[in-house]
Protein backbone atom coordinates (compact mmCIF):
# COMPACT_ATOMS: atom_id res chain seq x y z
CA UNK A 1 0.00 0.00 0.00
CA UNK A 2 1.53 3.56 -0.69
CA UNK A 3 2.23 6.17 1.82
CA UNK A 4 0.62 9.52 1.91
CA UNK A 5 3.71 11.42 0.68
CA UNK A 6 3.89 8.04 -2.25
CA UNK A 7 0.32 9.54 -3.49
CA UNK A 8 0.37 13.07 -2.87
CA UNK A 9 3.59 12.25 -5.87
CA UNK A 10 1.38 10.97 -7.87
CA UNK A 11 -1.10 14.37 -7.34
CA UNK A 12 2.30 16.28 -8.49
CA UNK A 13 3.01 14.23 -11.08
CA UNK A 14 -0.26 14.30 -13.17
CA UNK A 15 0.05 17.98 -12.66
CA UNK A 16 3.56 17.94 -14.58
CA UNK A 17 1.87 15.91 -17.59
CA UNK A 18 0.43 17.09 -20.64
CA UNK A 19 -0.71 15.36 -23.66
CA UNK A 20 1.94 14.84 -25.91
CA UNK A 21 5.51 14.33 -25.83
CA UNK A 22 6.19 17.89 -27.54
CA UNK A 23 4.21 19.55 -25.16
CA UNK A 24 5.79 17.75 -21.68
CA UNK A 25 9.26 19.25 -23.30
CA UNK A 26 8.00 22.96 -24.18
CA UNK A 27 5.89 22.98 -20.26
CA UNK A 28 9.25 21.85 -18.57
CA UNK A 29 11.98 24.86 -20.37
CA UNK A 30 11.85 26.89 -17.22
CA UNK A 31 14.92 27.29 -15.34
CA UNK A 32 15.52 24.36 -12.62
CA UNK A 33 15.64 25.30 -9.11
CA UNK A 34 18.72 25.17 -7.33
CA UNK A 35 18.47 23.13 -3.92
CA UNK A 36 20.78 23.81 -1.24
CA UNK A 37 23.83 21.65 -0.13
CA UNK A 38 21.91 20.53 2.76
CA UNK A 39 19.17 19.70 0.52
CA UNK A 40 21.63 17.75 -1.79
CA UNK A 41 23.18 15.76 0.43
CA UNK A 42 19.90 14.48 2.33
CA UNK A 43 19.11 13.82 -1.22
CA UNK A 44 22.07 11.88 -1.88
CA UNK A 45 21.18 9.66 1.23
CA UNK A 46 18.01 9.13 0.30
CA UNK A 47 18.99 7.97 -3.77
CA UNK A 48 21.75 6.09 -2.18
CA UNK A 49 19.71 4.07 0.24
CA UNK A 50 16.68 3.71 -2.93
CA UNK A 51 19.33 2.05 -4.52
CA UNK A 52 20.25 -0.38 -1.48
CA UNK A 53 16.58 -1.60 -1.46
CA UNK A 54 16.23 -2.23 -5.17
CA UNK A 55 19.65 -4.01 -4.61
CA UNK A 56 17.89 -6.15 -2.27
CA UNK A 57 14.53 -6.50 -4.26
CA UNK A 58 12.56 -4.53 -1.45
CA UNK A 59 10.42 -2.62 -4.06
CA UNK A 60 7.90 -1.09 -1.63
CA UNK A 61 11.38 0.25 -0.04
CA UNK A 62 13.03 1.65 -2.98
CA UNK A 63 9.90 3.73 -4.03
CA UNK A 64 9.42 5.05 -0.68
CA UNK A 65 12.68 6.44 -0.41
CA UNK A 66 12.80 7.44 -4.21
CA UNK A 67 9.18 9.30 -3.11
CA UNK A 68 11.42 11.38 -0.45
CA UNK A 69 14.27 12.38 -3.17
CA UNK A 70 11.40 13.54 -5.69
CA UNK A 71 10.09 16.01 -2.84
CA UNK A 72 13.69 17.27 -2.28
CA UNK A 73 14.18 17.60 -6.41
CA UNK A 74 11.17 16.99 -8.72
CA UNK A 75 13.25 17.86 -11.50
CA UNK A 76 16.27 15.27 -10.84
CA UNK A 77 16.53 13.36 -13.83
CA UNK A 78 17.92 10.53 -12.33
CA UNK A 79 15.32 10.06 -9.58
CA UNK A 80 12.46 9.91 -12.62
CA UNK A 81 14.57 7.43 -14.01
CA UNK A 82 14.82 4.82 -11.08
CA UNK A 83 10.98 5.49 -10.65
CA UNK A 84 10.36 4.38 -14.46
CA UNK A 85 12.68 1.15 -13.60
CA UNK A 86 11.02 0.46 -10.58
CA UNK A 87 7.11 0.23 -12.16
CA UNK A 88 8.56 -1.48 -14.96
CA UNK A 89 10.08 -4.20 -13.34
CA UNK A 90 6.39 -4.58 -11.47
CA UNK A 91 4.89 -4.32 -15.01
CA UNK A 92 2.80 -1.04 -14.37
CA UNK A 93 3.41 0.22 -18.10
CA UNK A 94 1.49 3.44 -17.52
CA UNK A 95 3.36 4.99 -14.54
CA UNK A 96 6.82 3.80 -15.89
CA UNK A 97 6.11 5.69 -19.47
CA UNK A 98 5.34 8.87 -17.23
CA UNK A 99 8.37 8.99 -14.98
CA UNK A 100 10.37 7.81 -18.19
CA UNK A 101 9.00 10.93 -20.14
CA UNK A 102 10.19 13.14 -17.70
CA UNK A 103 13.61 11.94 -17.02
CA UNK A 104 14.02 12.22 -20.97
CA UNK A 105 12.91 15.83 -20.40
CA UNK A 106 14.67 16.89 -17.79
CA UNK A 107 17.92 15.54 -18.78
CA UNK A 108 17.56 16.02 -23.22
CA UNK A 109 21.10 15.23 -23.71
CA UNK A 110 20.70 11.59 -22.37
CA UNK A 111 19.52 9.12 -24.87
CA UNK A 112 19.19 6.54 -22.82
CA UNK A 113 16.63 8.01 -20.84
CA UNK A 114 15.10 8.23 -24.15
CA UNK A 115 15.45 5.23 -24.95
CA UNK A 116 13.61 3.29 -22.23
CA UNK A 117 11.05 5.70 -23.17
CA UNK A 118 10.58 3.82 -26.82
CA UNK A 119 11.13 0.89 -25.32
CA UNK A 120 8.25 1.20 -22.67
CA UNK A 121 6.06 2.32 -25.27
CA UNK A 122 6.79 -0.91 -27.76
CA UNK A 123 6.02 -2.62 -24.27
CA UNK A 124 2.66 -1.25 -24.06
CA UNK A 125 2.08 -1.57 -28.41
CA UNK A 126 2.07 2.38 -28.81
CA UNK A 127 4.33 2.28 -31.90
CA UNK A 128 3.42 5.44 -32.63
CA UNK A 129 4.50 7.14 -29.88
CA UNK A 130 7.57 4.77 -30.21
CA UNK A 131 8.50 5.76 -33.76
CA UNK A 132 8.14 9.54 -32.60
CA UNK A 133 10.78 8.68 -29.84
CA UNK A 134 13.16 6.68 -31.99
CA UNK A 135 13.22 8.91 -34.80
CA UNK A 136 14.14 11.71 -32.76
CA UNK A 137 17.11 9.54 -31.08
CA UNK A 138 17.93 8.88 -34.91
CA UNK A 139 18.06 12.65 -35.42
CA UNK A 140 20.59 13.70 -32.60
CA UNK A 141 22.51 10.39 -33.25
CA UNK A 142 22.46 9.50 -36.94
CA UNK A 143 25.36 6.58 -36.03
CA UNK A 144 22.78 4.38 -33.87
CA UNK A 145 22.19 1.77 -36.05
CA UNK A 146 19.98 0.28 -33.74
CA UNK A 147 17.72 3.01 -33.97
CA UNK A 148 17.02 2.40 -37.25
CA UNK A 149 16.73 -1.03 -37.28
CA UNK A 150 13.68 -0.23 -34.49
CA UNK A 151 12.30 1.81 -36.60
CA UNK A 152 12.63 -0.29 -39.93
CA UNK A 153 10.86 -3.07 -37.18
CA UNK A 154 8.42 -0.85 -35.85
CA UNK A 155 7.02 0.40 -38.99
CA UNK A 156 7.00 -2.99 -40.36
CA UNK A 157 4.49 -4.25 -37.25
CA UNK A 158 2.20 -0.74 -38.55
CA UNK A 159 1.90 -2.60 -41.96
CA UNK A 160 4.21 0.48 -43.25
CA UNK A 161 6.55 -1.74 -45.58
CA UNK A 162 8.00 1.42 -47.66
CA UNK A 163 8.69 3.09 -44.44
CA UNK A 164 10.40 0.18 -42.75
CA UNK A 165 12.36 -0.59 -46.64
CA UNK A 166 13.62 3.08 -46.00
CA UNK A 167 15.30 2.43 -42.35
CA UNK A 168 16.66 -0.65 -43.46
CA UNK A 169 18.73 0.73 -46.54
CA UNK A 170 19.83 3.31 -43.70
CA UNK A 171 21.23 0.21 -41.72
CA UNK A 172 22.51 -1.50 -45.05
CA UNK A 173 24.20 1.57 -46.40
CA UNK A 174 26.13 1.92 -42.77
CA UNK A 175 27.26 -2.00 -42.20
CA UNK A 176 27.37 -3.45 -46.07
CA UNK A 177 24.78 -5.98 -47.39
CA UNK A 178 23.78 -8.68 -44.65
CA UNK A 179 21.67 -11.53 -44.59
CA UNK A 180 19.32 -10.64 -42.21
CA UNK A 181 18.63 -7.46 -43.79
CA UNK A 182 17.98 -8.42 -47.32
CA UNK A 183 15.59 -11.38 -46.40
CA UNK A 184 13.51 -8.53 -44.20
CA UNK A 185 13.83 -6.39 -47.84
CA UNK A 186 12.67 -9.42 -50.17
CA UNK A 187 9.93 -9.96 -47.39
CA UNK A 188 8.77 -6.34 -47.53
CA UNK A 189 8.64 -6.11 -51.15
CA UNK A 190 7.04 -9.63 -51.78
CA UNK A 191 4.34 -8.78 -49.35
CA UNK A 192 3.67 -5.28 -51.57
CA UNK A 193 3.51 -7.43 -54.72
CA UNK A 194 7.22 -5.73 -55.49
CA UNK A 195 8.23 -9.18 -56.81
CA UNK A 196 11.28 -7.57 -59.34
CA UNK A 197 12.97 -5.99 -56.27
CA UNK A 198 12.71 -8.95 -53.71
CA UNK A 199 14.18 -11.10 -56.50
CA UNK A 200 17.27 -7.98 -56.69
CA UNK A 201 17.74 -8.40 -52.83
CA UNK A 202 18.46 -11.99 -53.35
CA UNK A 203 21.23 -10.93 -56.66
CA UNK A 204 22.70 -8.79 -54.36
CA UNK A 205 23.79 -11.24 -51.57
CA UNK A 206 24.61 -13.61 -54.39
CA UNK A 207 26.93 -10.84 -55.85
CA UNK A 208 28.50 -10.38 -52.38
CA UNK A 209 28.84 -13.63 -51.08
CA UNK A 210 29.60 -15.88 -54.26
CA UNK A 211 30.99 -18.59 -52.76
CA UNK A 212 28.02 -19.07 -50.77
CA UNK A 213 25.33 -21.58 -52.03
CA UNK A 214 22.64 -21.24 -49.88
CA UNK A 215 21.32 -17.89 -51.26
CA UNK A 216 22.40 -19.40 -55.29
CA UNK A 217 19.75 -22.16 -54.30
CA UNK A 218 17.70 -19.60 -52.62
CA UNK A 219 17.46 -17.90 -56.26
CA UNK A 220 16.80 -21.42 -58.16
CA UNK A 221 13.60 -22.10 -55.74
CA UNK A 222 12.07 -18.73 -56.82
CA UNK A 223 12.98 -19.61 -60.62
CA UNK A 224 11.20 -23.11 -59.79
CA UNK A 225 8.28 -21.73 -57.82
CA UNK A 226 7.38 -18.41 -58.77
CA UNK A 227 9.04 -17.95 -61.93
CA UNK A 228 8.27 -21.60 -63.63
CA UNK A 229 11.69 -21.03 -65.10
CA UNK A 230 12.87 -24.86 -64.12
CA UNK A 231 16.23 -25.02 -67.23
CA UNK A 232 17.55 -21.46 -64.74
CA UNK A 233 17.22 -23.65 -61.49
CA UNK A 234 18.89 -26.53 -63.15
CA UNK A 235 21.67 -24.18 -64.43
CA UNK A 236 22.45 -23.06 -61.28
CA UNK A 237 22.00 -26.75 -59.47
CA UNK A 238 24.91 -27.49 -62.40
CA UNK A 239 27.17 -25.00 -61.80
CA UNK A 240 26.91 -25.69 -57.80
CA UNK A 241 27.40 -29.21 -58.54
CA UNK A 242 30.91 -28.53 -60.01
CA UNK A 243 31.94 -26.28 -57.67
CA UNK A 244 30.77 -28.21 -54.48
CA UNK A 245 29.19 -31.54 -55.18
CA UNK A 246 28.81 -32.69 -51.44
CA UNK A 247 27.11 -29.35 -50.41
CA UNK A 248 23.76 -31.47 -48.52
CA UNK A 249 21.49 -28.55 -49.37
CA UNK A 250 22.27 -29.08 -52.78
CA UNK A 251 21.44 -32.86 -52.80
CA UNK A 252 18.12 -31.77 -51.41
CA UNK A 253 17.40 -29.56 -53.60
CA UNK A 254 18.57 -31.74 -56.41
CA UNK A 255 16.52 -34.70 -55.35
CA UNK A 256 13.40 -32.23 -55.09
CA UNK A 257 13.51 -31.00 -58.52
CA UNK A 258 13.68 -34.72 -60.15
CA UNK A 259 10.46 -35.52 -57.26
CA UNK A 260 8.74 -32.35 -58.82
CA UNK A 261 9.33 -33.77 -62.57
CA UNK A 262 8.42 -37.41 -60.93
CA UNK A 263 11.97 -38.57 -62.25
CA UNK A 264 12.25 -41.00 -59.56
CA UNK A 265 15.22 -43.04 -60.84
CA UNK A 266 17.01 -39.29 -61.14
CA UNK A 267 16.27 -38.47 -57.57
CA UNK A 268 16.87 -41.64 -55.83
CA UNK A 269 20.34 -41.62 -57.57
CA UNK A 270 21.15 -38.39 -56.22
CA UNK A 271 20.41 -39.68 -52.56
CA UNK A 272 22.41 -42.91 -53.46
CA UNK A 273 25.63 -41.25 -55.01
CA UNK A 274 25.49 -38.95 -51.74
CA UNK A 275 25.08 -42.12 -49.21
CA UNK A 276 28.04 -44.02 -51.50
CA UNK A 277 30.51 -40.56 -50.93
CA UNK A 278 33.68 -40.70 -48.58
CA UNK A 279 33.45 -37.08 -48.62
CA UNK A 280 30.36 -36.47 -46.93
CA UNK A 281 30.19 -37.33 -42.93
CA UNK A 282 28.12 -39.84 -41.30
CA UNK A 283 25.95 -37.04 -39.73
CA UNK A 284 25.15 -35.91 -42.86
CA UNK A 285 24.35 -38.95 -44.42
CA UNK A 286 21.97 -39.49 -41.52
CA UNK A 287 20.19 -36.19 -42.12
CA UNK A 288 19.74 -37.00 -45.68
CA UNK A 289 18.21 -40.25 -44.90
CA UNK A 290 15.75 -38.84 -42.56
CA UNK A 291 14.89 -36.17 -44.93
CA UNK A 292 13.88 -38.84 -47.42
CA UNK A 293 11.86 -40.82 -45.47
CA UNK A 294 9.83 -37.20 -44.18
CA UNK A 295 9.12 -36.67 -47.99
CA UNK A 296 5.94 -37.75 -49.02
CA UNK A 297 4.99 -40.90 -50.89
CA UNK A 298 9.39 -41.68 -50.48
CA UNK A 299 9.35 -45.99 -51.15
CA UNK A 300 9.41 -47.50 -48.01
CA UNK A 301 11.46 -50.32 -49.53
CA UNK A 302 13.99 -47.95 -50.94
CA UNK A 303 14.62 -45.74 -47.19
CA UNK A 304 15.50 -49.32 -46.21
CA UNK A 305 17.70 -50.28 -48.85
CA UNK A 306 19.77 -46.96 -47.94
CA UNK A 307 19.83 -47.67 -44.81
CA UNK A 308 21.34 -51.33 -45.84
CA UNK A 309 23.62 -49.03 -47.55
CA UNK A 310 24.69 -47.19 -44.78
CA UNK A 311 24.90 -49.91 -41.71
CA UNK A 312 26.72 -51.97 -44.31
CA UNK A 313 29.68 -49.13 -44.18
CA UNK A 314 29.11 -48.40 -41.10
CA UNK A 315 27.90 -51.38 -38.64
CA UNK A 316 28.58 -50.19 -35.31
CA UNK A 317 27.26 -46.89 -35.65
CA UNK A 318 24.58 -46.99 -32.54
CA UNK A 319 22.74 -43.84 -33.89
CA UNK A 320 22.35 -45.18 -37.23
CA UNK A 321 20.92 -48.52 -35.88
CA UNK A 322 18.69 -46.49 -33.60
CA UNK A 323 17.03 -44.36 -36.49
CA UNK A 324 16.69 -47.94 -38.08
CA UNK A 325 15.09 -49.75 -35.57
CA UNK A 326 12.61 -46.40 -35.71
CA UNK A 327 11.77 -46.72 -39.01
CA UNK A 328 11.05 -50.75 -38.64
CA UNK A 329 8.86 -49.86 -35.73
CA UNK A 330 7.19 -47.18 -37.64
CA UNK A 331 5.97 -49.69 -40.31
CA UNK A 332 4.99 -51.98 -37.74
CA UNK A 333 7.46 -54.59 -38.43
CA UNK A 334 8.25 -55.56 -34.72
CA UNK A 335 10.21 -58.68 -35.45
CA UNK A 336 12.34 -57.21 -37.77
CA UNK A 337 13.37 -54.04 -35.40
CA UNK A 338 14.10 -56.14 -32.50
CA UNK A 339 17.83 -57.83 -34.19
CA UNK A 340 18.61 -53.66 -34.70
CA UNK A 341 17.25 -52.16 -31.05
CA UNK A 342 19.35 -55.08 -30.05
CA UNK A 343 22.52 -54.02 -32.27
CA UNK A 344 22.28 -51.13 -30.52
CA UNK A 345 22.19 -52.06 -27.38
CA UNK A 346 25.49 -54.79 -27.51
CA UNK A 347 26.98 -51.14 -28.85
CA UNK A 348 26.05 -48.91 -25.91
CA UNK A 349 23.95 -51.01 -23.47
CA UNK A 350 23.46 -48.19 -20.95
CA UNK A 351 21.27 -46.77 -23.93
CA UNK A 352 17.57 -46.18 -21.62
CA UNK A 353 15.35 -45.23 -24.46
CA UNK A 354 16.92 -48.17 -26.54
CA UNK A 355 15.69 -50.60 -23.59
CA UNK A 356 12.00 -49.18 -23.34
CA UNK A 357 11.84 -49.54 -27.25
CA UNK A 358 13.17 -53.23 -26.88
CA UNK A 359 10.71 -54.39 -23.45
CA UNK A 360 7.38 -52.24 -25.41
CA UNK A 361 7.93 -54.74 -28.77
CA UNK A 362 7.96 -57.63 -26.56
CA UNK A 363 5.05 -56.53 -24.16
CA UNK A 364 3.24 -55.89 -27.91
CA UNK A 365 4.26 -59.48 -29.15
CA UNK A 366 2.71 -60.61 -25.87
CA UNK A 367 5.98 -62.30 -25.04
CA UNK A 368 6.08 -61.30 -21.07
CA UNK A 369 8.77 -63.49 -20.10
CA UNK A 370 11.40 -62.17 -22.57
CA UNK A 371 10.12 -58.80 -21.30
CA UNK A 372 10.85 -59.25 -17.76
CA UNK A 373 14.48 -60.78 -18.92
CA UNK A 374 15.01 -57.42 -20.78
CA UNK A 375 13.83 -55.56 -17.81
CA UNK A 376 16.31 -57.23 -15.62
CA UNK A 377 19.23 -56.67 -18.37
CA UNK A 378 18.59 -52.90 -18.51
CA UNK A 379 18.90 -52.75 -15.03
CA UNK A 380 21.90 -54.65 -14.38
CA UNK A 381 23.30 -51.79 -16.93
CA UNK A 382 21.17 -48.64 -15.25
CA UNK A 383 20.33 -49.65 -11.76
CA UNK A 384 19.21 -45.76 -10.91
CA UNK A 385 16.57 -45.78 -13.82
CA UNK A 386 13.47 -45.94 -12.09
CA UNK A 387 11.10 -46.49 -14.96
CA UNK A 388 12.46 -49.90 -14.97
CA UNK A 389 11.70 -50.78 -11.56
CA UNK A 390 8.07 -49.56 -11.97
CA UNK A 391 8.02 -51.66 -14.94
CA UNK A 392 8.94 -54.64 -12.60
CA UNK A 393 6.88 -54.18 -9.78
CA UNK A 394 3.94 -54.29 -11.90
CA UNK A 395 4.90 -56.63 -13.45
CA UNK A 396 5.53 -59.00 -10.50
CA UNK A 397 2.09 -57.43 -8.88
CA UNK A 398 0.44 -59.25 -11.84
CA UNK A 399 1.52 -61.97 -11.13
CA UNK A 400 0.55 -61.89 -6.96
CA UNK A 401 3.81 -62.16 -6.26
CA UNK A 402 3.27 -59.00 -3.63
CA UNK A 403 6.65 -59.28 -1.78
CA UNK A 404 8.96 -59.01 -4.72
CA UNK A 405 7.23 -56.21 -6.13
CA UNK A 406 7.19 -54.09 -2.88
CA UNK A 407 11.20 -54.35 -2.93
CA UNK A 408 10.73 -53.44 -6.69
CA UNK A 409 8.49 -50.23 -6.04
CA UNK A 410 11.28 -49.26 -2.99
CA UNK A 411 13.96 -49.75 -4.90
CA UNK A 412 12.51 -47.10 -7.44
CA UNK A 413 11.24 -44.73 -4.90
CA UNK A 414 15.24 -44.93 -3.81
CA UNK A 415 16.77 -43.74 -7.30
CA UNK A 416 14.06 -41.19 -7.51
CA UNK A 417 15.23 -37.45 -7.02
CA UNK A 418 13.53 -35.18 -5.04
CA UNK A 419 12.50 -32.99 -8.05
CA UNK A 420 10.45 -36.35 -9.51
CA UNK A 421 7.69 -35.56 -7.05
CA UNK A 422 5.29 -37.10 -9.08
CA UNK A 423 7.18 -39.98 -9.73
CA UNK A 424 8.09 -41.06 -6.10
CA UNK A 425 4.08 -40.35 -5.49
CA UNK A 426 3.59 -43.14 -8.06
CA UNK A 427 5.76 -45.62 -6.32
CA UNK A 428 4.33 -44.90 -2.79
CA UNK A 429 0.90 -45.07 -4.80
CA UNK A 430 1.90 -48.94 -5.47
CA UNK A 431 3.57 -49.42 -2.35
CA UNK A 432 0.34 -48.45 -0.46
CA UNK A 433 -2.06 -50.45 -2.62
CA UNK A 434 0.13 -53.74 -1.93
CA UNK A 435 -0.08 -53.14 1.50
CA UNK A 436 -3.71 -52.71 1.21
CA UNK A 437 -4.11 -55.72 -0.67
CA UNK A 438 -1.72 -57.75 2.30
CA UNK A 439 -4.67 -56.08 4.95
CA UNK A 440 -1.45 -53.80 6.09
CA UNK A 441 -4.17 -50.78 5.96
CA UNK A 442 -1.78 -48.33 8.81
CA UNK A 443 0.99 -48.74 6.36
CA UNK A 444 -1.03 -48.60 3.44
CA UNK A 445 -2.77 -45.29 4.58
CA UNK A 446 0.31 -43.56 5.69
CA UNK A 447 2.09 -44.57 2.37
CA UNK A 448 -1.26 -43.20 0.67
CA UNK A 449 -1.30 -39.87 2.41
CA UNK A 450 2.47 -39.32 1.78
CA UNK A 451 1.79 -39.61 -1.97
CA UNK A 452 -0.93 -37.53 -1.71
CA UNK A 453 0.58 -35.27 -0.32
CA UNK A 454 3.41 -35.16 -3.04
CA UNK A 455 0.96 -34.86 -5.81
CA UNK A 456 -2.82 -34.65 -4.98
CA UNK A 457 -3.85 -34.51 -8.38
CA UNK A 458 -3.06 -38.19 -9.75
CA UNK A 459 -6.78 -40.19 -10.06
CA UNK A 460 -5.69 -43.20 -9.52
CA UNK A 461 -4.19 -42.35 -5.98
CA UNK A 462 -7.49 -39.93 -4.96
CA UNK A 463 -9.28 -43.19 -5.76
CA UNK A 464 -7.86 -45.83 -3.97
CA UNK A 465 -7.01 -43.76 -1.05
CA UNK A 466 -10.15 -42.81 -0.46
CA UNK A 467 -11.59 -46.45 -1.23
CA UNK A 468 -9.63 -47.71 1.59
CA UNK A 469 -10.31 -45.23 3.71
CA UNK A 470 -13.89 -46.28 3.36
CA UNK A 471 -12.91 -49.81 3.83
CA UNK A 472 -11.09 -49.19 7.16
CA UNK A 473 -14.36 -46.38 8.09
CA UNK A 474 -11.84 -43.16 8.12
CA UNK A 475 -11.84 -39.72 7.14
CA UNK A 476 -14.90 -40.94 4.90
CA UNK A 477 -16.05 -36.93 4.39
CA UNK A 478 -12.34 -36.82 2.92
CA UNK A 479 -12.83 -39.89 1.18
CA UNK A 480 -16.06 -38.32 -0.11
CA UNK A 481 -14.02 -35.08 -1.56
CA UNK A 482 -11.35 -37.20 -3.30
CA UNK A 483 -13.47 -39.15 -4.86
CA UNK A 484 -15.68 -36.79 -6.16
CA UNK A 485 -12.85 -35.58 -7.79
CA UNK A 486 -11.93 -38.08 -9.61
CA UNK A 487 -15.46 -38.36 -10.85
CA UNK A 488 -15.33 -34.48 -12.36
CA UNK A 489 -12.10 -35.65 -14.20
CA UNK A 490 -13.20 -39.18 -15.32
CA UNK A 491 -16.90 -39.45 -14.88
CA UNK A 492 -17.06 -42.76 -17.45
CA UNK A 493 -14.67 -44.72 -14.68
CA UNK A 494 -16.76 -47.86 -13.58
CA UNK A 495 -14.38 -48.39 -10.80
CA UNK A 496 -14.17 -44.52 -9.69
CA UNK A 497 -17.78 -44.66 -9.94
CA UNK A 498 -18.34 -47.61 -7.51
CA UNK A 499 -15.32 -46.12 -5.12
CA UNK A 500 -17.92 -43.10 -5.09
CA UNK A 501 -20.97 -44.95 -4.60
CA UNK A 502 -19.43 -47.24 -1.92
CA UNK A 503 -18.74 -44.28 0.22
CA UNK A 504 -21.86 -43.10 0.38
CA UNK A 505 -22.83 -46.46 1.38
CA UNK A 506 -20.16 -46.25 4.10
CA UNK A 507 -22.17 -43.04 5.29
CA UNK A 508 -25.57 -44.72 4.90
CA UNK A 509 -26.75 -42.54 1.96
CA UNK A 510 -28.48 -45.20 0.39
CA UNK A 511 -29.96 -43.05 -2.24
CA UNK A 512 -26.71 -41.21 -3.85
CA UNK A 513 -25.36 -45.08 -3.24
CA UNK A 514 -27.73 -46.24 -5.38
CA UNK A 515 -27.26 -43.79 -8.06
CA UNK A 516 -23.28 -43.92 -8.70
CA UNK A 517 -23.76 -47.55 -8.29
CA UNK A 518 -26.42 -47.63 -11.02
CA UNK A 519 -24.35 -45.92 -13.14
CA UNK A 520 -21.04 -48.10 -12.84
CA UNK A 521 -23.28 -50.63 -13.84
CA UNK A 522 -24.75 -48.65 -16.80
CA UNK A 523 -21.27 -48.21 -18.11
CA UNK A 524 -20.34 -51.95 -18.00
CA UNK A 525 -19.87 -52.86 -14.14
CA UNK A 526 -22.34 -55.40 -14.85
CA UNK A 527 -18.93 -57.26 -15.64
CA UNK A 528 -17.44 -56.71 -12.56
CA UNK A 529 -17.42 -59.26 -10.03
CA UNK A 530 -16.52 -56.31 -6.90
CA UNK A 531 -18.84 -53.66 -8.64
CA UNK A 532 -21.05 -56.74 -8.81
CA UNK A 533 -20.85 -57.40 -5.55
CA UNK A 534 -21.27 -54.14 -4.42
CA UNK A 535 -24.34 -53.33 -6.21
CA UNK A 536 -25.78 -56.25 -4.08
CA UNK A 537 -25.16 -54.98 -0.81
CA UNK A 538 -26.73 -51.26 -1.89
CA UNK A 539 -29.34 -53.24 -2.99
CA UNK A 540 -29.98 -55.32 0.17
CA UNK A 541 -30.20 -52.29 2.39
CA UNK A 542 -32.37 -50.46 0.18
CA UNK A 543 -34.47 -53.30 0.61
CA UNK A 544 -34.25 -55.30 -2.29
CA UNK A 545 -33.22 -58.85 -1.26
CA UNK A 546 -34.49 -60.74 -3.97
CA UNK A 547 -32.39 -58.17 -6.52
CA UNK A 548 -29.30 -58.61 -4.16
CA UNK A 549 -29.03 -62.15 -4.02
CA UNK A 550 -29.54 -62.21 -7.56
CA UNK A 551 -26.36 -60.12 -8.05
CA UNK A 552 -23.92 -61.61 -5.61
CA UNK A 553 -25.01 -64.58 -7.44
CA UNK A 554 -23.91 -63.11 -10.40
CA UNK A 555 -20.50 -61.22 -8.71
CA UNK A 556 -19.44 -65.17 -7.95
CA UNK A 557 -20.22 -66.42 -11.61
CA UNK A 558 -17.68 -63.38 -12.94
CA UNK A 559 -15.25 -64.73 -10.61
CA UNK A 560 -15.46 -62.88 -7.13
CA UNK A 561 -13.77 -65.39 -4.88
CA UNK A 562 -14.57 -63.66 -1.63
CA UNK A 563 -15.30 -66.20 1.26
CA UNK A 564 -17.54 -62.76 2.80
CA UNK A 565 -19.65 -63.00 -0.53
CA UNK A 566 -20.19 -67.04 -0.22
CA UNK A 567 -21.41 -66.53 3.59
CA UNK A 568 -23.88 -63.24 2.08
CA UNK A 569 -25.20 -65.63 -0.41
CA UNK A 570 -25.46 -68.84 2.15
CA UNK A 571 -27.33 -66.91 4.54
CA UNK A 572 -28.77 -64.41 1.99
CA UNK A 573 -28.41 -61.56 4.15
CA UNK A 574 -26.27 -58.34 4.06
CA UNK A 575 -22.92 -59.06 6.30
CA UNK A 576 -20.59 -56.35 7.08
CA UNK A 577 -16.67 -56.79 6.71
CA UNK A 578 -15.09 -57.31 10.26
CA UNK A 579 -13.79 -53.70 10.23
CA UNK A 580 -17.24 -52.44 8.96
CA UNK A 581 -18.84 -50.30 12.04
Given at each position: ?23 KEAKREKKKPIISAQEQRKLDYYFYEAMNQKQLGELDGTIDLLTECYFIDPHNAAVLY ?500
Amino acid sequence: MKNIRTIALFVLLFSFLANSYGKKEAKREKKKPIISAQEQRKLDYYFYEAMNQKQLGELDGTIDLLTECYFIDPHNAAVLYEFAMAYTNIQDVKYAIQFMTLASIEDKSNSWYKMGLAELYVKNHDYANAIIIYKDIAKNHPEANNVDYMLASLYGQTQQAEKSIEYLNKVEKKNGINETISFEKYRLYDAIEKKKKAYSEIEKLIERFPLEARYQLLRAEIYLQEENKPNKAFEIYQKLKQADPNNILLILAMHDYYKSNSDTIRANKVFKEAFENQEISLEDKIGLLTQFISFENQSASKAEEFFKLLISKHPNNETLHTYYASFLLMQRRYKDAVPELQKMLKINPKNKDGWIELIKVYIDQEEPKIADAMVDSALSYLPNESVFYMHKGLNLISKENYNDALAAFTNGLQVTTEEEQEKKAEFLLYIADIYATQKMMDLALEKYEKAYQLNPNNALLLNNYAYYLSVVNKDLSKAEIMSAKTIQIFPNNISFLDTYAWIFFKQKNMTLAYMYIQQAMDKGGDENPVVLEHYGDILFLNGDKESAIKWWLKAKEKGNKSDLLQEKIDNQNYIPAKKDD
